[in-house]
Structure formats: structure tokens, C-alpha cells
């Protein structure tokens, strides 16, 4: 089904003219005005708020866009790592000029096992090897307080065999 992005607000209304015109909706329900489920644009997937806590994180899903709206806002996200995975490499893309956004990536227990703090809007790079069967958490932050709630990052995860 294919509603159009005017009935979630000006930022996405801003993004679907920057990129589509129209997105998909898994789920139609309503709560508060606002649409609930997974929000598809093609093949990104935008985050859904609240996601600043390790409880509410977002899940990876095809490649999720996110902004960072305040100084301090933070954007998590997490995923279960298949069994056979040798290596989980987490990448933080098209960071909005000007902003400069770090990448730490987290075990189950929230301890801290990766960590990328390139300057500017460089690309961030995480990798690891994950434990079977296991919880990591990916955490998008502003290291300098810059943000942009019109401007999306993309997270991008590879595993290798």
C-alpha cells in the first residue's frame, strides 16, 4: 500500500521530496496522529522514535536512515548476530556536511566494543567478531553537539561468512 510521507510531518515530507515522493507503510495503525510500523522509502527504512535507550532500540532493517534532531539526541539500533557470522562491520554514511556524528557499538551487556570517532562527516566504521546468537547495539551520536532533523544518515551492515 502507498500513502504519501504529508501525514508524518514536514521532515518527512522534506525527505520523500528529496528522494521519493511516495513511502510504504507495514502497519497502519495510528497512535497520536502519527503513523505506527515500519516507514519504507524504496529500500531505506527510517528510524522510528523514541530509539535513545538500549530498550527501545530500532532494529537494522534494510538500510535505515536517521537524524539527529538535537544536540543531544542519540539514535540506537541493534541486531541479533546469526551464527555463522565471522565478522559484523557497522558503517555510518552520509553524515550532512557540517555535522560531525560517532559510531560505538555495544555487546548485550552495554559494554562498549567498537568505537569510531572519525573527524568532520567522515564515514564511521565499526567491526567486530560477534558472539552466536548474541545482541550488539550500534549508538549514533553527535560528538559536538551538531545536528540536523532534516538531514539523514545511513547505517549500513555487512557480516562476513
Given at each position: 500500500?502507498?500513502?504519501t510521507?504529508?501525514?508524518?510531518?514536514?521532515?518527512?515530507?522534506?525527505?520523500a521530496?528529496a528522494?521519493v515522493?511516495?513511502?510504504?507503510?507495514?502497519?497502519?495503525?495510528?497512535?497520536d496522529?502519527m503513523?505506527?510500523?515500519?516507514?519504507t522509502?524504496?529500500?531505506?527504512?527510517?528510524?522510528?522514535?523514541?530509539?535513545d535507550?538500549?530498550s527501545?532500540?530500532?532494529?537494522?532493517?534494510?538500510?535505515p536512515?536517521?537524524?539527529?534532531?538535537?544536540p543531544?539526541?542519540?539514535?540506537i539500533?541493534?541486531?541479533?548476530?546469526?551464527?555463522?557470522?565471522e565478522?559484523?562491520?557497522?558503517?555510518?554514511?552520509?553524515?550532512?556536511?557540517g555535522?560531525?556524528?560517532?559510531?560505538?557499538?555495544?555487546?548485550?551487556?552495554?559494554?562498549a566494543?567498537?568505537?569510531?570517532?572519525?573527524?568532520s562527516?567522515?564515514?564511521?566504521?565499526?567491526s567486530?567478531?560477534?558472539?552466536?546468537?548474541?545482541?550488539?547495539?550500534?549508538?549514533?551520536?553527535s560528538?559536538?553537539?551538531?545536528?540536523?532533523?532534516?538531514?539523514?544518515?545511513?547505517?549500513?551492515?555487512w557480516?562476513a561468512?
Open positions: 500500500m502507498k500513502k510521507l504529508i501525514a508524518l510531518g514536514t521532515t518527512a515530507t522534506l525527505l521530496s528522494l515522493p511516495t513511502a510504504s507503510f507495514a502497519s497502519d495503525k495510528v497512535k496522529g503513523m505506527e510500523g515500519e516507514i522509502l524504496n529500500s531505506y527504512t527510517l528510524e522510528q522514535e523514541p530509539n535507550t538500549f527501545n532500540a530500532n532494529k537494522v532493517t534494510s538500510n536512515l536517521g537524524a539527529i534532531s538535537s543531544t539526541d542519540v539514535d539500533f541493534y541486531l541479533n548476530s546469526r551464527k555463522w557470522s565478522k559484523i562491520t557497522v558503517k555510518l554514511l552520509n553524515i550532512p556536511s555535522k560531525d556524528y560517532d559510531l560505538i557499538a555495544y555487546n548485550e551487556n552495554g559494554v566494543i567498537a568505537k569510531s570517532t572519525n573527524l562527516n567522515d564515514d564511521e566504521e565499526v567486530f567478531k560477534p558472539t552466536t546468537n548474541t545482541k550488539y547495539y550500534f549508538k549514533v551520536y560528538a559536538d553537539g551538531s545536528h540536523s532533523a532534516d538531514k539523514y544518515y545511513q547505517i549500513k551492515l557480516d561468512y
